[in-house]
């Protein structure tokens, strides 16, 4: 392996482990918010309980998500140096932004979260939550707009053979980050309901606490049931867009490697990795033409078409990515949401007027369903990155052009080794302090005399 691999293996490894505590992060700051409104609106004591509950479980993740983002920023300078001259001129405007003012807003808020418990005026206290939610959600577009740049770059000039901005709002309101934040958020609650549906299952098993999970539970699984739906919608938006930006990828999601009118969509394929040879195809007709355009009848370009477009227009060169990858992991992200649903709907149906399942099978499956969303993700995101290749930024930088010309393979290996062990060592801790304290019963809904942090930290 060369130094572009490791360096590419590398990235790929820190970054979607990073991403397992992002939509957790997001998904998890709204919930704790609603649960933390009906406490206010209500005064039932049970949802003061279940806020200080999920709200520390939250704060463990937050915390492990800042922990494991820092390494991003290390690995543009140590390993994609030209990368990173190319496009720091666009990417410091939303990357300053989201630190300077989304993080620095979710800090300061959960800080007077955590510590404003029977301090603070209520309504000013449940106020700080929902600037740390919003916050959150915030932080996520400055992110996803630099990332949008990289999927398709507006508002710059090439000048000197770097990329310099000249248009902030056109990066801002690129069209791919108008399709991506809505669907991120929305499948950013899947996760979050998921963690509130197996803790609440864990304990809801052995009849514990039935006023703080049961409702916790129901909540947990409406945020999935929404979070999906509103995935589904919104990425039927999102692929329109995919298909007028990058149109390969589109093709690439579906193996299609002839330009089709109407073009089925393949719910399961048998045959080569690639989908070149099918033996066998499961399909929907027309249902790809409606993602890529609308129209049931729409005309989908084909890998072969575009590839030979590409080579007239950039020149030389494979632009096809790695299909296998690209077709597998688009309906993996799809399958995995759609069984996470699946599950919040049978929680919902089967607790209904305070009903509780008495077979412990049921109880396992719902806890074990918290890795659906997190494989759902992981694969949309790969599938985001890799369908992308062989352009680092479309149609302006290629990968290879991307990596540190002096790095050498055997210093990104010893670094992927180090981050490797590294992040091995803080999913232990992760795990730990997760399991350690959702096994936890809630707080009693008790107040200190002296109304200190202990509020919070019981």
């Known amino acids: 392996m060369d130094a572009l691999d490791v360096a ?18 997001i998904g998890m700051s709204l919930l704790v918010a609603i649960l933390h409104t009906i406490w206010v609106r209500t005064g039932n004591p049970s949802y003061r309980r279940a806020t200080k509950f999920w709200g520390k479980l939250f704060l463990i993740n937050f915390a492990m998500g800042v922990v494991t983002g820092i390494v991003q920023e290390f690995q543009f300078g140590m390993n994609w140096s030209s990368y990173s001259r190319f496009v720091g001129d666009v990417f410091g405007a939303p990357l300053a932004m989201e630190a300077l003012l989304a993080f620095f807003l979710e800090s300061t808020f959960l800080g007077l979260w955590i510590f404003g418990w029977d301090r603070l005026p209520k309504g000013i206290h449940l106020a700080c939550i929902w600037v740390v939610a919003i916050g959150s959600a915030v932080s996520a577009y400055f992110i996803l707009a630099a990332n949008a740049f990289m999927q398709w770059p507006v508002g710059f000039k090439r000048a000197g053979g770097r990329a310099e901005l000249t248009d902030f709002g056109a990066v801002l309101t690129n069209k791919v980050v108008l399709s991506a934040f809505p669907h991120t958020i929305l499948a950013c609650w899947l996760s979050g309901g998921a963690v509130l549906m197996a803790v609440s299952a864990w304990h809801l098993a052995r009849k514990r606490d039935l006023d703080v999970f049961r409702p916790s539970m129901r909540l947990g699984a409406i945020a999935v049931l929404i979070g999906m739906v509103g995935a589904l919608l919104s990425g039927d938006q999102l692929a329109k867009t995919m ?67 590409y080579q007239q227009k950039f020149g030389p060169g494979d632009y096809r990515p790695y299909i296998p990858i690209a077709y597998w992991g688009f309906r993996l992200m799809i399958g995995f949401g759609l069984l996470a649903a699946l599950v919040a709907l049978v929680l919902i149906w089967v607790t209904r007027r305070g009903r509780l399942p008495e077979k412990r099978w049921f109880w396992r499956v719902a806890v074990w369903s918290i890795v659906l969303p997190v494989l759902a993700h992981s694969f949309g995101w790969i599938f985001t990155e890799m369908a992308r290749q062989p352009w680092i930024v479309f149609s302006q930088m290629k990968t290879v052009q991307g990596v540190s010309p002096s790095v050498s393979a055997g210093t990104v290996l010893l670094s992927l080794i180090v981050f490797t062990l590294l992040y091995g060592a803080l999913a232990v801790v992760e795990l730990g302090l997760m399991i350690k304290y959702g096994r936890k019963a809630p707080p009693p809904d008790e107040v200190p005399e002296d109304g200190g942090p202990l509020a919070f930290a019981y």
């Open 243 to 309: 298909t007028q930006t990058q149109p390969m990828k589109m093709a690439a999601a579906e193996a299609l490697y002839e330009t089709a009118q109407p073009a089925p969509f393949s719910l399961f394929t048998i045959g080569t990795l690639d989908g070149t040879q099918p033996i066998y195809s499961l399909d929907i007709p027309g249902l790809l033409s409606f993602l890529a355009t609308g129209s049931f009848d729409g005309k989908v370009q084909g890998i072969n078409n575009l590839q030979a477009e």
């Open 8 to 25: 590419r293996w590398q990235f790929g490894v820190t970054t979607v482990y990073h991403f397992l505590f992002v939509p957790i992060t």
